[in-house]
């Protein structure tokens, strides 16, 4: 039987990684650049829609420029601590560009183990 203070123990431990390890800032830096692609089409709809208002794109604007940025800055990286090949890396870096691609493209990094930490040999 596990013991909770391990289990809790492994969960800090992962959280804190999110923000202090090159795949882990890569990962929070691609699904949180997506979920903001969803607020700013959100507010592009309010934007060009019978309401007219142009808040949402005013708020999610800048919040979705700063998290693009940090994707790709997380992008490149992540790249040359994994040492992902150049078309790898351009393909991350331009899954910026499409609605939600950030996302897709982190779950193929993790499918086909690109975001594991190798053994030195």
Same mark, same amino acid.
């Given at each position: 039987?596990?013991?909770?203070?391990?289990?809790?123990?492994?969960? !800090?431990?992962?959280? !804190?990684?999110?923000?202090?390890?090159? !795949?882990?800032?890569?990962?929070?830096?691609?699904?949180?650049?997506?979920?903001?692609?969803?607020?700013?089409?959100?507010?592009?709809?309010?934007? @060009?829609?019978?309401?007219?208002?142009?808040?949402?794109?005013?708020?999610?604007?800048?919040?979705?420029?700063?998290?693009?940025?940090? @994707?790709?800055?997380?992008?490149?990286?992540?790249?040359?601590?994994?040492?992902?090949?150049?078309?790898?890396?351009?393909?991350?870096?331009?899954?910026?560009?499409?609605?939600?691609?950030? @996302?897709?493209?982190?779950?193929?990094?993790?499918?086909?183990?690109?975001?594991? !930490?190798?053994?030195?040999?």
């Amino acid at each position: 039987m596990h013991n909770r203070s391990e289990s809790s123990a492994s969960f !800090v431990s992962k959280f !804190v990684s999110l923000f202090t390890t090159p !795949v882990g800032q890569f990962r929070l830096a691609a699904i949180t650049e997506a979920w903001s692609w969803a607020g700013l089409l959100a507010g592009m709809s309010l934007k @060009y829609s019978a309401a007219a208002n142009p808040i949402g794109v005013q708020i999610m604007g800048p919040i979705h420029g700063g998290l693009f940025i940090f @994707y790709v800055i997380a992008t490149i990286r992540v790249a040359m601590h994994m040492r992902w090949g150049m078309w790898t890396t351009v393909i991350g870096i331009f899954a910026a560009l499409p609605p939600f691609c950030t @996302y897709f493209f982190e779950v193929w990094m993790l499918r086909s183990r690109r975001l594991e !930490v190798k053994p030195r040999s």
